[in-house]
């Protein structure tokens, strides 16, 4: 259990606007729209607290910049998709992150009635991978 963290706090990225080309509908991959990105970053804050290291914590631009590049990236059809890749290279890109809780919404979706969005919220762990 050496490897295992002694504290678990939370890094929270929140309300991140990005415009994206994903969805079922022809005109959402044409046209495109904003996606709405909120981050949970599970991390031992501890180290970098008590050392005012930034390498012993995370640089927020990093993270960000992974989801604009899923956001602004290929196309997929569903918003599950999309947020399971801003999880997984989360996870990838930044070892020191040992779980992320990823919520993802379609700011104005394509639907009939009045809405202010659509949102999925997936959370997975470096066990879960």
Same mark, same amino acid.
């Given at each position: 259990?050496?490897?295992?963290?002694?504290?678990?706090?939370?890094?929270?990225?929140?309300?991140?606007?990005?415009?994206?080309?994903?969805?079922?509908?022809?005109?959402?991959?044409?046209?495109?729209?904003?996606?709405?990105?909120?981050?949970?970053?599970?991390?031992?804050?501890?180290?970098?607290?008590?050392?005012?290291?930034?390498?012993?914590?995370?640089?927020?631009?990093?993270?960000?910049? /992974? =989801?604009?590049?899923?956001? $602004?990236?290929? #196309?997929?059809?569903?918003?599950? &998709? +999309?947020?399971?890749? /801003? =999880?997984?290279?989360?996870? $990838?890109?930044? #070892?020191?992150?040992?779980?992320? &809780? +990823?919520?993802?919404?379609? =700011?104005?979706?394509?639907?009939?009635?009045?809405?202010?969005?659509?949102?999925?919220?997936?959370?997975?762990?470096? =066990?879960?991978?």
């Amino acid at each position: 259990m050496a490897n295992q963290p002694s504290h678990t706090d939370t890094i929270r990225v929140k309300n991140l606007r990005f415009y994206g080309r994903h969805g079922i509908l022809p005109e959402e991959n044409t046209l495109g729209q904003h996606f709405l990105v909120s981050l949970a970053l599970e991390i031992d804050l501890q180290p970098a607290g008590t050392s005012d290291d930034l390498e012993r914590g995370i640089d927020y631009r990093k993270v960000i910049e /992974i =989801a604009k590049g899923v956001v $602004e990236g290929t #196309p997929v059809k569903l918003l599950e &998709t +999309v947020a399971e890749k /801003i =999880a997984e290279r989360t996870l $990838e890109d930044c #070892p020191q992150v040992t779980a992320v &809780t +990823v919520e993802l919404g379609k =700011a104005n979706p394509p639907i009939d009635v009045d809405c202010s969005g659509i949102f999925v919220e997936i959370r997975r762990t470096r =066990a879960q991978r």
